[in-house]
């Protein structure tokens, strides 16, 4: 009999951002994966049907708060049915948990950035997510980047640490017909050529600045073209609102909201001009690994992992200089088809695989159930 695995699927009920996209695309890629493990998720919500075998089953109890089914009543359900380790994504490992545990750790933006929650979130990520992340068996890290965030401000030794790259969902590639791509862009009222930018509406993400940078440039006239904005809306996302309507540019600035489809958002990706994501902090940032893997040409912020996960498929620019934004947009837009940093972004996406993620965290699994 293999390991009992248990999983932490909170995150997959959600309107999913990373987090979410990071479980689901690691589930299906375990699935894949030879082996006799079996795995149990458990949620407080009903999960969506993720198209597992039934190696995977699920255990759900309905209830509203995450953070107080994780801390009671999840207990109870693994004292109860005892797993060989439990693993959470998020922040759903019981403080009191007496088993095994691994979490991975996206990013410590909470540390770096806690003016960006109320008090009460930042209560629960200043105090309990240290706690959770110090007293976890072993901590999945989704980047270098953040393995030495980790190891610098909470004082994590480097052995309790694997860093396991993630990757884009295989969905996301280029669209070969551009016949398809003009029908979706008429469909969408997006018949003028787009900038893009792909992220949940939060300060971390930047977007202020990046549409004063665009509003510049179409106020001097040298991008006649649209920016388009997708994500759900995040902590403290007023001020992005607030900026587009002192800016006044009428239509030229699209807000999309989330896109529920992967399909539908790699459409949006391969219909841009280009991509652009000045995030001041990520611990992994999955829209740049996308919009590479569907050819797109990417302008990156150089904060955080970001040079990690673009290295040398795009364009790294610093995320507080306006004039350096300007200038690269200016140039891109007015160069023509970007076939060499087309070229180059589908060369980096391909180094990236959900395949070498599910293998590295199987074998943290195994190595960590046997001890």
């Known amino acids: 009999m293999g390991l009992h695995i248990g999983i932490d699927g909170s995150c997959l009920t959600a309107k999913r951002a990373g987090i979410g996209f990071y479980l ?15 795995y149990t998720i458990y949620s407080n919500k009903i999960l969506p049907d993720l198209g597992l075998s039934d190696r995977f089953s699920s255990d759900v109890i309905p209830i509203p708060s995450t953070t107080f089914w994780a801390q009671t009543l999840l207990r109870l359900q693994l004292r109860n049915r005892p797993v060989d380790l ?10 009191w948990h007496g088993g095994k545990g691994i979490i991975t750790v996206h990013d410590l933006a909470f540390a770096h950035f806690p ?6 979130t930042r209560l629960i990520w200043n105090y309990t997510v240290p706690k959770l992340i110090r007293k976890s068996t072993h901590i999945l890290a989704n980047s270098e980047f953040t393995k030495a965030d980790l190891i610098r401000n909470l004082g994590i030794e480097a ?16 669209v070969e017909n551009p016949d398809e791509i003009a029908q979706f862009r008429k469909q969408r009222n997006l018949e003028r050529d787009y900038i893009l930018c792909v992220g949940t509406l939060e300060p971390r993400k930047n977007i202020p600045f990046l549409l004063r940078a665009y509003a510049n440039c179409v106020r001097k006239g040298s991008i006649d073209g649209d920016f388009v904005l997708i994500g759900k809306k995040g902590w403290l996302y007023e001020s992005i609102f607030a900026t587009e309507k002192e800016l006044d540019l009428g239509d030229r600035i699209r807000f999309i909201g989330y896109v529920q489809s992967d399909e539908e958002l790699r459409r949006y990706y391969c219909g841009s001009r280009f991509f652009v994501f000045p995030s001041l902090f990520e611990g992994f940032g999955f829209p740049p690994l996308e919009a590479m893997s569907c050819g797109i040409p990417v302008i990156c912020s150089n904060r955080g992992s970001l040079p990690e996960v673009v290295g040398d498929g795009g364009l790294l620019l610093d995320p507080s200089d306006s004039s350096v934004w300007e200038n690269r ?3 891109w837009w007015n160069q023509g088809n970007l076939t060499e940093w087309r070229e180059k972004a589908l060369a980096r996406a391909r180094s990236f695989s959900w395949q070498r993620t599910a293998e590295q965290t199987l074998e943290v699994y195994r190595r960590i159930g046997k001890q």
Request: hydrophobic share 45%.
């Open 115 to 120: 003016e960006h929650k109320d008090w009460a």
């Open 86 to 95: 439990f693993h959470t994504a998020s922040i759903g490992m019981p403080l």
């Open 159 to 174: 052995s309790k640490i694997t860093a396991t790259l993630l990757a884009a969902d295989p969905v996301f590639a280029p």
């Open 329 to 331: 947009m200016t140039e």
């Open 24 to 38: 689901s695309r690691l589930l299906k890629a375990l699935d894949s994966l030879s082996g006799n493990e079996r």
